[in-house]
C-alpha cells in the first residue's frame, strides 16, 4: 500500500507554467504505474498522463500533449507534472494515481490516490 501527497497547485496566468509534485510514502512506490488525472468543476475526473516504473512508457492525454511533462524520481518516491502554456480549461483538481489494475484512462482502474491539489489558470 502507498500513500500519496501532492503539492505545487496555485493560481497562474494564462500561458504560465506549475509544477505538480505527489510524494509517496512506503518502499513500494518504485514498482508502481503512476499518473495524473483531473477533475474540472461540473466534471468528471480525466485522465493527464501516466509513466511506468523505471520512468518510460509515458503516455498523455490529446488535450495535454506538448505542454505537460510526466516524470518521477524514484530515490525521493516523487511522481512530478511539468504544466506549461497553461490555458484556463486546464483549470481543475489534480490527483496522483498509483497502482492501475485496468486501463490507464479510466479512474477507476487505479488504486491509491492523493487528496488532490488545485490549479486555477485566470488573468
Known amino acids: 500500500q502507498v500513500q500519496l501527497v501532492e503539492s505545487g497547485g496555485g493560481l497562474v496566468q494564462p500561458g504560465g507554467s506549475l509544477r505538480l509534485s505527489c510524494t509517496g510514502s512506503?518502499?513500494?512506490?518504485?514498482?508502481?504505474?503512476m499518473g495524473w488525472f483531473r477533475r474540472a468543476p461540473g466534471k468528471e475526473r480525466e485522465y493527464v498522463s501516466s509513466i511506468g516504473q523505471s520512468g518510460g512508457n509515458s503516455n498523455y492525454a490529446d488535450s495535454v500533449k506538448g505542454r505537460f511533462t510526466i516524470s518521477r524520481d524514484n530515490a525521493k518516491n516523487t511522481l512530478y507534472l511539468q504544466m506549461n502554456n497553461l490555458r484556463p480549461e486546464d483549470t481543475a483538481v489534480y490527483y496522483c494515481?498509483?497502482?492501475?489494475?485496468?486501463?490507464?484512462?479510466?479512474?477507476?482502474?487505479?488504486?491509491?490516490w492523493g487528496q488532490g491539489t488545485q490549479v486555477t489558470v485566470s488573468s
Open positions: 494515481g498509483a497502482y492501475p489494475t485496468g486501463r490507464l484512462f479510466i479512474a477507476s482502474s487505479w488504486n491509491y
Open positions: 512506503g518502499r513500494t512506490f518504485s514498482t508502481y504505474t
